[in-house]
């Protein structure tokens, strides 16, 4: 066995033959002597690798928190390397100092995560569907109450926040609304005029157009972009506000957060909502009317055509989905915004939650219509 002192004589190493490591330790344990124990102590148990490592503290006088903590260190990393690890003789004080500290360090393994059946999965996704369908009912609910309320006293409503919102989602939305509806008006006259030209009835690609745009995929498309452009930021605003607890010292100053920051967006979405539509379903007919005049008909019979197809009727009925379609896609993108956790990813997790269901909703809410219009025969 050999001996070497270390540490101002705090800290003694012994190997044995045996493939034990032994640590004697003399005199005070404290916050002066325990750095240059630790770095000697660390250094000799890398280097031997021991199976058990025994702590001798029959010298030891004194042990505050620092001494405390490297005696832990060195059991959480004989632990690791599944090592034996043994303090002899420790007086009653540093043990009760090392019991204090030790639960929080130790290295515990991870408990084996159950294994859920085909059924508890189905539950839990039902449960969890459920709490959604509830807290999107309530959320309504008190919607319906907050807008009530700003109807009756209009005073009450952030106006300046309105408008700027109204900018955000309406006025800065127009060149990616013109652009997509231009394209979506220009590939689907292409695409129909090929095989309606085999029959000579190109002509009525205009009526296909002029119908589709401002019944279905005017409105429709206004929607998808507002709940991937500005659902996704109401959810971030309000996911941020929520997680730096800005809501909840509103909370606390008597302001409902319904009222004071989802009512204002409610009413910007809705109020631009229905003139995207329109400029989309503009923008898709002069993607047509581009197709048409390729294909040698004069622009003026494209517009004769077009009038002739479509009705007031069809124009209103579009505009009601975009109103519908917007108070759907605000809605939520608050309602994830203001259901966000804590954490780093919180925000993250509640905007993407914003674009899906926004999605689902604005295709249910497009099927009801749909129904809608075919029993009422509009």
């Not at 639960?103 to 408990?111: A, V």
């Not at 952030?158 to 900018?167: I, N, Q």
């Not at 090929?194 to 005017?218: C, T």
Request: glycine share 10%; charged share 15%.
């Amino acid at each position: 066995m050999r001996s070497v002192e270390t540490a101002q004589g705090v800290l003694r190493t012994h190997a044995s033959s045996h493939d034990d490591l032994v640590f004697s330790i003399t005199g005070p344990l404290d916050a002066r002597t325990t750095g240059q124990a630790w770095r000697t102590a660390l250094e000799r148990l890398t280097a031997s690798n021991p199976s058990k490592l025994i702590i001798d503290a029959r010298g030891l006088t004194y042990c505050d928190g620092a001494g405390a903590a490297l005696l832990l260190e060195l059991r959480r990393r004989q632990q690791l390397r599944k090592g034996t690890f043994e303090i002899r003789s420790l007086d009653a004080g540093c043990r009760a100092l090392i019991d204090l500290y030790g639960p929080k360090g130790e290295e515990r393994p991870d408990p084996p995560s159950p294994v859920e059946s085909i059924f508890e999965q189905i539950g839990r996704a039902t449960v969890t569907l459920a709490q959604d369908t509830m807290a999107l009912i309530a959320f309504v609910g008190e919607l319906c109450v907050a807008m009530g309320r700003a109807c009756r006293h209009p005073g009450l409503v952030r106006w300046s926040d309105a408008f700027w919102t109204a900018e955000l989602v309406g006025v800065n939305a127009l060149p990616i609304v013109a652009l997509l509806g231009f394209l979506l008006g220009l590939i689907m006259a292409f695409q129909a005029a090929i095989p309606m030209r085999q029959f000579g009835a190109d002509i009525y690609v205009a009526n296909l157009i002029g119908l589709s745009m401002l019944r279905e995929l005017g409105p429709l498309l206004t929607a998808i972009i507002l709940a991937g452009r500005s659902g996704s930021a109401f959810a971030a605003e309000l996911g941020t506000m929520k997680v730096s607890e800005e809501i909840d010292a509103l909370t606390t100053m008597g302001l409902e957060p319904v009222g004071f920051l989802v009512v204002p967006r409610v009413i910007a979405a809705v109020a631009m909502t229905p003139l995207l539509a329109v400029w989309a379903a503009f923008l898709g007919l002069v993607g047509g009317a581009v197709v048409m005049r390729s294909l040698g008909f004069p622009l003026v019979t494209y517009v004769i055509q077009v009038t002739s197809a479509v009705t007031i009727g069809d124009m209103v009925g579009g505009l009601c989905k975009a109103f519908v379609f917007g108070i759907v896609v605000a809605a939520v993108g608050c309602l994830r915004g203001l259901q966000t956790r804590s954490g780093a990813s919180a925000v993250g997790e509640s905007t993407t939650s914003a674009v899906v269901s926004g999605l689902v909703l604005i295709t249910i809410v497009d099927g009801v219509f749909a129904v809608v219009f075919y029993y009422l025969d509009l």
